[in-house]
């Protein structure tokens, strides 16, 4: 993921702190299950720790937006290259979702204590 790539993301991230909704959280449980391929597969321990976030509701609200962002990202089939594509369609969404990963390195850590 490009410096730009980076800093777009982030800009999403931000701005959908005070806009996710509950059907955004509806769509990524009904559709996550079939993603575990491709790229995402060798990465899938990360979405699965976003989608935990996603859902505790202890979770501080921006860690939550920034997981729901890269979760919508992962199950919507318009992004920046297309799902579609065989290989490459993924790979993006496996960049957000690492980007996603290290912005919340200190929420993850928090939860690796807890255990």
């Known amino acids: 993921m490009t410096e730009h790539e980076e800093k777009k993301a982030e800009e999403m991230f931000q701005s ?17 299950n079939g993603y575990n391929k491709g790229p995402l597969a060798k990465i899938w321990d990360k979405i699965l720790i976003l989608w935990e976030i996603m859902k505790d509701p202890a ?8 997981a729901i962002a890269a979760l919508l ?12 594509i065989p290989i490459l369609g993924l790979t ?13 390195m200190e929420e993850i ?3 690796e204590n807890k255990q």
């Open 109 to 111: 850590k928090k939860r």
């Open 92 to 104: 993006d969404d496996a960049g957000i979702v690492g980007l996603a990963i290290k912005l919340l």
């Open 73 to 84: 990202y992962v199950v919507s089939p318009i992004d920046a290259i297309p799902d579609v």
């Open 59 to 66: 979770a501080a609200k921006g860690a939550k937006a920034i």
């Open 16 to 32: 959908f702190q005070k806009n996710y909704t509950q059907d955004d959280v509806d769509k990524i449980n009904s559709k996550i």
